[in-house]
């Protein structure tokens, strides 16, 4: 079956119907599809964690690649299906959007509820990856602007989404390195995973759930962006606005949540390698597979609000790792969340 055809399988005509007098809906679709996005990615993630596990993965290949790209699922499919619809705005304001949602909202909270413990291993290689990924992004759109001459109408071709998707490939192999070396940073989804006694049940078993997994963050996708573009219609609000704050929100609400759980169950030290992975999976993952799929328009606020304050709150997490010494004050969350909020009033407020 054509991937588009999955993609889009809600006619626009569904939430069009919605727009005049019932925009109401809309919201409350919305936030069912987010709600969707997070139950779904958290089943896919465990289900393919155990069946990995189950079909003989090592623990280290599963928290280096399956966690990884399972987490970062919700972003992906969201910014994928918006290229398939035809709606490249929103797939390239989900991928920056998560990215400021990721580091300045999730990381700022955690570091506000505790001063977060600083692994010098982790700033020394996730650390430096993940802002070269920033600015590996906002280089390709600086050079597009000024070979173009112009901010207006510019398009990210689909040989660079390619390039990004190889650069993935080598990302994980490096991952998979940092695993074997590292094996006390594992994530924390497997390092509980319990060896099932029976193998063909047991596949079957997580199969069916991984697919259930799928099936939600599909449907919650399809929804998601399906209300989103009537929304932006209505209060004419650029796509790219909507993408990176409210859908970048939703779709980031699983790594909201685990930071959350790590926190709790006293993992803070894993929780800047899960942020900072999650950036550079945003980059190469989530922009790169969109990219692929289909021409990504940068529309003007990209390029006027995004990618600054991408890489401003990047600059400013890099600059707070390395100056700290065994811990990060809880001022150094403060500011990274005040850069968030200050980041969403423009992007509501700004009279595109």
């Known amino acids: 079956m054509d991937v588009a055809i999955i993609a889009n399988f809600i006619p626009d005509s569904f939430f069009a119907g919605f727009e005049v007098d019932q925009a109401w809906v809309l919201w409350l679709l919305v936030i069912g599809a987010i709600a969707l996005l997070v139950i779904g990615a958290d089943r896919l993630v465990s289900a393919a964690v155990r069946l990995a596990a189950v079909l003989g993965m090592s623990k280290v290949l599963i928290g280096a690649t399956v966690v990884s790209l399972g987490t970062t699922t919700p ?25 400021i949602c990721d580091t300045g909202l999730i990381f700022g909270l955690a570091a506000l509820l505790r001063r977060l413990p600083v692994d010098r291993r982790v700033q020394n290689r996730h650390g430096r990856l993940q802002l070269l990924a920033g600015v590996l992004l906002a280089a390709v759109v600086g050079v597009l602007a000024l070979s173009a001459g112009r901010i207006d109408n510019l398009h990210i071709p689909r040989w660079v989404g390619f390039g990004f998707v190889g650069l993935l490939i080598g990302y994980l192999w490096i991952s998979v390195r940092w695993a074997k070396q590292f094996p006390d940073m594992m994530p924390e989804e497997v390092k509980d995973v319990p060896a099932p006694k029976t193998k063909p049940r047991a596949v079957v078993v997580n199969l069916l759930v991984l697919v259930a997994g799928l099936a939600l963050v599909v449907l919650g996708s399809n929804v998601l962006i399906g209300s989103a573009k009537v929304l932006c219609h209505k209060y004419g609000v650029p796509k790219s606005v909507l993408a990176a704050t409210l859908v970048a929100f939703g779709t ?8 959350m759980a790590s ?9 800047i390698g899960n942020i900072m992975g999650a950036d550079i999976l ?45 811990r990060m004050s809880r001022w150094h969350g403060g500011v990274l969340v005040a850069t968030y909020i200050a980041y969403v009033v423009a992007m509501v407020s700004w009279r595109w």
């Open 75 to 99: 972003e992906a499919f969201t910014s994928v299906t918006a290229a398939f619809e035809g709606e490249p705005g929103l797939a390239l304001g989900n991928g920056i959007g998560s990215i």
């Open 282 to 326: 945003n980059v190469l993952f989530v922009v790169g597979a969109s990219s692929a799929a289909a021409k990504l328009e940068v529309e003007r606020p990209v390029i006027l609000l995004l990618l600054p304050a991408m890489l401003t709150i990047l600059i400013l997490l890099r600059v707070f790792v390395i100056t700290s010494r065994d």
């Open 252 to 259: 980031s609400l699983p790594e909201l949540v685990t930071a």
């Open 263 to 271: 926190l709790i169950k006293g993992h803070a030290d894993l929780l």
